[in-house]
């Protein structure tokens, strides 16, 4: 142990402190207790509802001391504003506690999100790719990228104090460019300047993923690795088996485009259903990228319509370097069944944490990951506090399996789905497994969606119905479609969605690219690490993905059903209550809503 229990003692009235909200939930102080009281990395397994952002940067915040930084890496900028929002909550809590704090922290904290440079760069375009921000500076000759380099210590001092003058400490993407871009410095290389001076850095995966960013944003903190503090959110996002592709319209185009001897032999391989490896001559690149670029500059100079393709296919094949690619005949992907392998270059931060609310099973991440002595952590709400109930039916009438799918099957379905939706106080989404499967419950005669998905649906018009009319909606739709993919129905920050029905487990579809991913990981991790990344954990993640529509923010409260009994398996995944029949169901169902004093619609 690292601490003694008075140090914890004295942590925890520091972190009370901190705390940027009247109560700290039980949950809370769970998460913030294991990380004051051990230096082990951590992988925290967590549900909507838990307060973890709050309670991570509480945490950190804690523990951090003077000479060291906190990095967290979030996968979307617009998680970066979560954490800003939270922070600028922390902020205020150390301002007017600071003379209690000042001991703790020796010099205000400053805090600051990274952005990528299509964010911050003064020559972006909406029609430029994001690739091609890689190389923006060379292609547009930017002289801003030199001065900006050169900038004298005495002079940043000036900058910063001036922008900490006219902002708060929490520096806002906005606040960035706009006081940068009067000063005629380039706002993404003086950002990686002021992170010398910054104590907590939000920053998006790509500066954790790409290995020259990560290696910019490292050295550019200024402090050794073994000084800072390094959480990353939502890290099962981190295994993405297939995670970058081209299509097989842009290596076509980028044939025409630019005619190269690198780009026609992809197309080739493309065609063909197969995994390689891209392993062209350092050389040959070398040419091809010297050659592009001065093509592109040339466009570019000249107003002309550049060579986007060409260079996407490029900046493709920079990615896919050395790695193995695998080809479905319509796109490449690059195949990266390995995070453990990335995720080296942080293995020795003083902290290392690992967040995510579908982190389950969270034995198999800890395996994938391979990160040395790592500990884990479930926190899930208090049954109390919970928003959400989890239902799973019990009864073998309703197992989904193909060979069970016949007009009994599809009747009980229907009626059930009928029953459950009078109890439900609100619109309903029932999530089926395809477009045939929902012709087959209309067939039946037995109930009548007020919605059917259709496959071009039009989610604008779907969802100013929803928030206008004045009798809640049974919408029936499809998983793996437009409304399970993160439509949100909401109405003055509040969701519409009372329930969401699954009908079927949501199994991933077999294809003979998941068949080769599974051979991969089964030759890495053995079958059965296999068999849970190729088929439980995607089962897992679209029904959680179908669940989640339900609840987009806090005070949002919802039933979730799922009525086919083979889900009963991942009752400690979603904290299932099982019931034998609809009519018990319902009644928990209607317990719930009272509880809860939720009554939207008659
Ligand atoms: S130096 Fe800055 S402003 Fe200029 S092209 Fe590069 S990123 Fe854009």
Redesign the pocket.
């Known amino acids: 142990m690292f601490q003694t229990n008075v140090n914890i003692e004295q942590l925890w009235d520091i972190a009370n402190i901190i705390f940027p909200y009247p109560s700290i939930k039980k949950t809370q102080k769970s998460m913030i207790l294991s990380l004051l009281s051990s230096q082990k990395p951590i992988l925290i397994s967590t549900e909507t509802g838990v307060g973890k952002t709050a309670a991570l940067l509480t945490a950190l915040l804690t523990i951090k001391k003077s000479e060291e930084k906190i990095i967290i890496f979030v996968r979307t900028k617009a998680q970066i504003n979560v954490y800003l929002r939270e922070l600028s909550k922390i902020f205020q809590k150390i301002m007017n506690n600071w003379n209690l704090l000042e001991d703790h922290f020796e010099n205000f904290p400053i805090m600051m999100p990274m952005l990528g ?1 299509n964010e ?5 375009r909406k029609d430029y790719p994001g690739e091609l ?1 890689t190389h ?2 060379r292609l ?1 000759k ?1 002289p ?2 030199a001065k ?1 380099q050169r900038i004298g210590k005495k002079q940043l001092i000036q900058t910063i104090s001036k922008l900490i003058r006219s902002f708060p400490q929490i520096l806002s993407a906005d606040d960035l460019y706009s006081c940068f871009n009067k000063e005629e410095y ?4 003086l950002s990686y300047l002021l992170m010398q001076k910054a104590d907590i850095i939000i920053a998006t995966y790509p500066f954790l993923e790409n290995s020259t960013l990560n290696t910019r944003l490292l050295y550019s903190v200024s402090v050794p690795l073994h000084k800072t503090l390094i959480a990353i959110d939502e890290a099962h996002n981190l295994y993405r088996p297939l995670n970058q592709e081209i299509q097989s319209n842009i290596l076509e185009r980028a044939v025409n485009e630019y005619p190269n001897g690198i780009y026609s032999d992809l197309f080739k391989k493309l065609e063909q259903k197969q995994i390689f490896e891209v392993n062209y001559s350092e050389d040959l690149l070398q040419v091809l990228g010297e050659d592009l670029l001065k093509h592109l500059q040339f466009q570019i100079r000249n107003e002309k319509l550049p060579a986007i393709h060409a260079y996407l296919c490029y900046h493709f094949i920079l990615s896919a370097k050395e790695k193995k690619v695998i080809s479905d005949g319509k796109k490449l992907s690059i195949i990266n069944i390995m995070p453990s392998d990335m995720l080296k270059k942080v293995h020795y931060a003083q902290r290392l944490t690992f967040m995510s609310g579908s982190f389950e099973p969270i034995k198999s991440y800890l395996r994938l990951f391979q990160i040395p002595a790592c500990k884990t952590l479930r926190v899930f709400p208090q049954k109390e506090e919970a928003k959400s109930k989890y239902l799973v039916l019990c009864n073998q009438l309703y197992n989904a399996k193909y060979e069970n799918r016949d007009e009994k099957y599809f009747s009980s379905v229907a009626k059930g789905i009928s029953e459950l939706f009078r109890s439900i106080p609100g619109h309903t989404l029932v999530f089926t497994p395809s477009y045939a499967y929902i012709n087959e419950l209309i067939e039946t005669g037995m109930f009548k969606p007020d919605i059917v998905e259709t496959k071009g649906q039009d989610i604008t018009t779907l969802q100013t119905i929803l928030t206008n009319v004045e009798s809640k909606k049974l919408i029936l739709c499809v998983t793996g479609g437009k409304i399970a993919e993160g439509i949100e129905f909401t109405y003055q920050g509040r969701s519409l969605i009372k329930g969401v029905i699954a009908t079927a487990l949501p199994f991933p579809p077999p294809s003979e690219e998941s068949n080769l991913i599974y051979n991969e990981l089964s030759d890495q991790f053995g079958e059965k690490l296999a068999r849970e990344f190729s088929i439980v954990i995607p089962t897992i993640q679209r029904l959680s993905q179908s669940f989640g529509r339900a609840i987009r923010n806090k005070g949002d409260a919802a039933v979730h059903i799922l009525l086919d009994p083979r889900g009963t398996r991942f009752s400690r995944e979603f904290h299932f209550e099982r019931h034998q029949s609809i009519e018990r169901m319902i009644q928990a169902i209607e317990k719930f809503f009272e509880e809860k004093n939720i009554d939207t619609y008659a």
């Open positions: 440079k911050l760069c003064l020559k972006a921000y923006i500076c547009t930017c801003l990228k900006t380039c706002p993404y290389f």
